[in-house]
């Protein structure tokens, strides 16, 4: 009999594809390889430049997300500039070379990377999963293993299939209690990494647990997963159960018939044994969160938003972001006047997002003066969205309803803050210029955005009404 | 990408103190709509050298006179965090940075460097002390030993695994010992039956 192991063990375990050797890094099989045009390129001339092939381009997976026009496309699409053109041209020309499938954007399962693998069901329980790009830790939601890699490793996994890793050590998150009415999947995982800070989990992968977890819906558990990098975690997880597999079943590259049933009986083994160890835990009272929102520069300066602005105390990090932010500790974040709201990202991009910002909208107009852009993650989850007319109520109550792309979570694709602007932004990072040079992020959830919006201030979701 | 076999490295030290600087500060996100690794050097920092209409800010680190010519960039805790981008090695190897000494670094970061031969020197919280003390003095990174010699003359452990110092002496990258494990990464898709289309049976 095997010792208890957990969800991770089991995953790593399964994809060393030679035992483990002293001194040296594990052989890890990589299932799924995802690519986009940013972190790509680079990959493919090592490749060319030393005669090597693209080894599965079967396992390999493109998208067109970060550099792409999110602007309506009556007329054309309207690439940003020259450099994006070519970056975009060299994704599809790289693709057409090594016969990798590719959601160019006309395709009408194109959409942001981490929203299209679950989508088309390659995101499944159990895999081993990465990209080039940070926030690959939102496939870790179905039970996968999935972190973000540079672009040499995507070279490496490009030619062999593998990566050389050191195995990661074990955090148990554990989130217990029901949310409360305006709290959501966004405000759990802000909290958390305000508990634990924005190195609180290096060298170690998440799994959540516990019953507020157990309770979301699968795009709420990418939500949190998505965001375990910005603890620092090289992944984070949540074990497969009955959500994942609703999700799963009848997606387009789910398992069918046999192959389901078998599928399914193979993930059942996955979460982790009763009496397994992880290096370290936690626990948070999910029942006693507050909407949250960041005040500062780093994804951990997160308060309840009814919070006051927390003093520096001589940190001297924290001290230099209040004085970009130009924010003054003691005052209340609730009623600053806000310009920009952005409602999208691999975060808060989904259809549920986008209904819960809806309910917001519904019947209410945006505040003079603010500017909304709401992205969706994919087109499937645009045309999902307008089938029950989500965009008529944004378009109504006078927000921007976009083609979809990262957009202005990472601005390089033409949607950016100006200098000195505010926003409120459902996106994962508020770093310095994050959202274009000189802009300044709150981040929260897609409830307190969308309250932000109706008030042109930063407001409670609670009193808002929803 | 091959480095040059590196045994150690001395330099003077250029010092950007505070914690958690990430890599959309090391390289915005609107310089990475390039298909090269190359010339990435002059964005590095780019929002912090230079100000909206593209004048050097004095007070930046890097625009004083100290900075010429340094090689080792001294940072707080959990340097290089958030996204995963390379180019931000890339953009500091460029500028003519080989080392980066930290009380921490963030894992994508790490690996990035360890790649690039840009050398992560994680060092303790004395010994850093004892290092910004010195103010800017010269260091010397021996990848043998995986020591770092203070100004002070001091010397202090850093960690770095086996076979990234393996692969940053001799010269070699990754790819070649991956290629090499073909045999085994053959042997795990035949077991676990992840094989192309067509050559399923």
């Given at each position: 009999m095997t010792a208890p192991r957990t969800l991770f063990a089991k995953v790593w375990d399964s994809h060393l594809v030679r035992p483990s050797q002293p001194e040296m890094p594990d052989v890890l099989y990589i299932d799924l390889h995802l690519i986009h045009e940013v972190t790509s390129p680079q990959a493919f001339s090592e490749l060319r430049a030393r005669g090597l092939?693209?080894?599965?381009p079967d396992l390999t997976l493109a998208t067109m997300d970060h550099s792409t026009p999110t602007t309506p496309r009556t007329g054309g699409i309207r690439i940003v500039d020259d450099e994006a053109r070519a970056q975009l041209s060299t994704l599809a020309a790289n693709c057409q070379e090594w016969k990798i499938p590719l959601y160019a954007?006309?395709?009408?399962?194109?959409?942001i990377v981490h929203v299209i693998g679950p989508e088309q069901g390659v995101t499944q329980p159990g895999r081993t999963i990465v990209c080039g790009d940070s926030h690959t830790s939102t496939h870790g939601a179905f039970g996968a293993l999935a972190f973000g890699i540079g672009t040499s490793e995507v070279a490496n996994v490009l030619a062999t299939q593998c990566l050389l890793a050191a195995r990661p050590k074990t955090f148990a998150v554990t989130m217990d209690g029901r949310l409360s009415s305006s709290v959501t999947a966004k405000d759990l995982i802000l909290a958390l990494i305000a508990r634990i800070g924005t190195a609180g989990a290096t060298g170690h992968v998440l799994e959540y647990r516990g019953s507020a977890i157990r309770a979301l819906g699968m795009d709420e558990r990418m939500t949190v997963c998505n965001m375990s990098i910005e603890a620092g975690a090289r992944a984070g997880m949540v074990a497969p159960d009955e959500t994942t597999f609703g999700y799963l079943h009848g997606r387009p590259q789910a398992p069918r018939d046999q192959a389901w049933d078998a599928a399914v009986r193979s993930w059942r083994g996955l979460p982790t044994d009763e009496g397994a160890v992880f290096d370290r835990d936690i626990t948070l009272d999910a029942a006693a969160l507050a909407p949250m929102i960041t005040f500062g520069t780093s994804p951990g300066a997160a308060i309840g938003i009814d919070q006051p602005i927390p003093h520096a105390n001589g940190d001297e990090t924290l001290a230099g972001a209040l004085r970009y932010m130009a924010l003054e500790s003691g005052k209340p974040l609730l009623g600053r006047p806000i310009d920009v709201v952005f409602i999208g990202s691999c975060?808060?991009?989904?259809l549920s997002d986008l209904q819960q910002a809806a309910r917001v909208f519904d019947g209410r107009r945006v505040a003079a003066g603010v500017r909304v852009l709401v992205v969706p993650g994919s087109q499937q989850v645009k045309r999902d969205a307008e089938a029950i007319g989500l965009h008529e109520i944004f378009r109504a109550a006078g927000a921007e309803w976009r083609e979809p792309g990262c957009s202005m979570c990472i601005a390089m694709n033409g949607d950016n803050l100006l200098p000195g602007q505010y926003a409120v932004s459902t996106s994962n990072r508020n770093f310095e210029g994050r959202q274009g040079a000189g802009g300044r992020t709150f981040l929260a959830s897609p409830l307190t955005a969308a309250a932000a919006a109706i008030k042109g201030a930063i407001a409670d979701p609670r009193t808002v009404g929803c | 990408m091959l480095n040059t076999p590196t045994r150690t490295l001395t330099s003077r030290t250029v010092f950007l103190l505070q914690d958690n600087v990430d890599t959309d500060q090391i390289i915005p996100a609107r310089y990475l709509k390039t298909t090269s690794r190359e010339g990435l050097g002059q964005h590095l920092f780019a929002d912090w050298r230079r100000d909206a209409a593209g004048q050097a800010r004095p007070e930046f680190v890097l625009n004083g006179p100290q900075a010429q010519g340094a090689a080792v960039l001294v940072a707080g805790r959990n340097f290089g965090c958030g996204s995963s981008r390379e180019h931000a090695v890339w953009a500091l190897r460029d500028y003519g940075f080989r080392a980066v000494v930290a009380l921490s670094f963030a894992d994508i970061f790490r690996n990035n460097a360890l790649k690039n031969a840009v050398v992560p020197v994680q060092i303790e919280p004395d010994a850093h002390a004892r290092l910004v003390a010195a103010g800017g003095g010269e260091v010397t990174v021996d990848l043998v030993s995986s020591r770092i010699t203070l100004p002070d003359r001091t010397s202090s452990p850093f960690p770095l695994e086996p076979f990234s110092r393996h692969c940053l002496i001799e010269g070699v990258d990754e790819l070649a010992y991956l290629i090499a494990q073909e045999a085994d990464i053959a042997a795990h898709e035949r077991r676990n039956r992840i094989l192309p289309k067509e050559q399923n049976p």
């Open positions: 092939e693209v080894r599965r954007l006309e395709d009408a399962r194109q959409g975060t808060n991009g989904r | -």
